[in-house]
């Protein structure tokens, strides 16, 4: 039926979660390669939200132009608050994958739920459900094992380094959820997303720059990667989550989304020789439940 695809084709969502949670698996392992090449953290951060803001703009300017002119300085302001979060989410997020795993980096960044549920009850003082208390205990016992088994095989603190990098973009990021939240109905997501990169963008430009990180004057790989990340996990794969959310049950699409790490994990396997201990899997294991607990209680709690 014309208009209603997603109800003619019922496969179609899962579909395109599908090819979304593989598009977002591959940022990790792009940072990588261009890590590997000598492209610095900073510098990747930049370019890579430079890149989406310049391929969303021509698309989003003339769409949200008049919702601009008429919005208050209080949701703009929101939403350039949340685009500073979101530069530290990728600034911290990227130089985690210098001193850490991949496996671990993609697992720990992914704890958002952990973090929002925490949040919403020291900050909002919604009450936790027996769920999401299950599921942040799951996840705070997973995490330490992974700190744990990390710091026995690696430079002593160079993986607890990164380790603690990947966690602090997990904060961020759940802080950058939290504040969309908060815009939901003062702006259109269309209008959010373009601000909230756009600042992103500068932020990160602005402290590549105050640390002598170079933007120009790089192989023509190092653009090709970052140019990839933007087109690819940023804006391919992000657009498919919240595209599935508005025809997929919340916790549906939040247990396809922790398929990115072990996406991540089995790329990382293959291409770099990146193997984890028995330890190490089963925190990994234990944290991606306790994620997944807690972000199915979260919406149910929603829900009812």
Known sequence: MPGSPAGARPWLPYA????GVVVVSTASILIRFAQDGGTPSLTIAALRLGFATLLLTPYAWPRVRTELQTASRH???LAALSGLLLAVHFAAWIS????TSVASSAVLVTTNPIWVGLAAWLWLREPLSGATILGIALGVAGGCMVFLADASVAAP???SFGNALALLGAVTASAYLLVGR???GALSLLAYIWIAYGTAALALVALALVNGQPLWGLPLVAYGLTLALAAGPQLIGHTTFNWALRRLP??????AILGEPIGAALLAWLLFGERAGP???AGFVVLLVG???TARGESKAAAG
């Open 279 to 281: 330890v190490q899997l």
């Open 291 to 293: 994620v997944y607990v």
């Open 157 to 159: 603190g160079q993986t």
């Open 182 to 184: 908060r815009l939901r």
């Open 250 to 255: 919340a916790p549906t699409v939040a247990m």
């Open 75 to 77: 949701a703009v302001g």
């Open 96 to 99: 985690s994958l210098e001193h």
């Open 16 to 19: 395109v979660l599908a090819v």
